[in-house]
């Protein structure tokens, strides 16, 4: 059976988690990520924001008891949002839909948002797992695909 939990962040996570950011295809799926996922010094500069941001929630996710992904809600325009990110070799473990599970009990707020491009369909099938439904469709430049395209904002009201 897959163990997910969630734990706080630490500085030393930094570096493991960059590294997952780096994959290329997750990078395309995601389509709206840092302008370079490889600048070392943005992506510290981002964390310090989020490390020191308590309307953050900021969790690492453990997959029996290793470091293979976050999860983050964060204000956007007045509105919650949650954004997650899982190391590519443990895709397809239920470990996405299992750390939102857990969010969302330490995140009571409601509704809760999320965004997702419109091809992304891991991501927009844990979000329905996960109780959201696709509220509106914008368009915005995604860095990962250099130009723009659609993506949907969900929405979540329940438990
Ligand atoms: C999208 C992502 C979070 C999915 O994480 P995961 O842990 O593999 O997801 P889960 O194992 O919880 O999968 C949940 C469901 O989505 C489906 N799914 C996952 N990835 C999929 C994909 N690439 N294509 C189609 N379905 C997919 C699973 O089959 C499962 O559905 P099921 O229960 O009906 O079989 C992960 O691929 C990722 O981190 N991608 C890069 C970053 C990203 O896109 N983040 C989200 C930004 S909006």
């Known amino acids: 059976m897959t163990t997910i939990s969630l734990r706080d962040l630490t500085d030393e996570d930094r570096a493991i988690l960059f590294e997952f950011q780096q994959d ?32 953050i929630t900021k969790r690492g996710i453990l997959c029996q008891g290793e470091l293979v ?8 325009e007045e509105k919650l949002e949650v954004t997650y990110w899982i190391a590519k070799e443990h895709w397809g473990k239920g470990v ?11 995140v009571k707020t409601r509704p809760i948002y999320a965004r997702a491009a419109t091809d992304n369909k891991g991501s927009l099938r844990v979000l329905e797992k996960c109780g959201f439904a696709v509220s509106a469709e914008e368009k915005g430049f995604a ?6 395209i659609a993506e949907y904002v969900l929405r979540k009201d329940g438990a």
């Open 24 to 55: 290329p295809e997750a990078n395309h799926m995601a389509a709206f990520t840092s302008k370079d996922p490889t600048d070392d010094a943005a992506h510290q500069s981002w964390w310090n924001m989020v490390m020191r941001n308590d309307a």
């Open 69 to 76: 992904g976050s999860v983050m809600s964060f204000t956007m």
């Open 96 to 106: 996405a839909t299992g750390a939102l599970g857990q969010l969302f009990r330490l």
């Open 143 to 148: 860095n990962a695909r250099g130009k723009e």
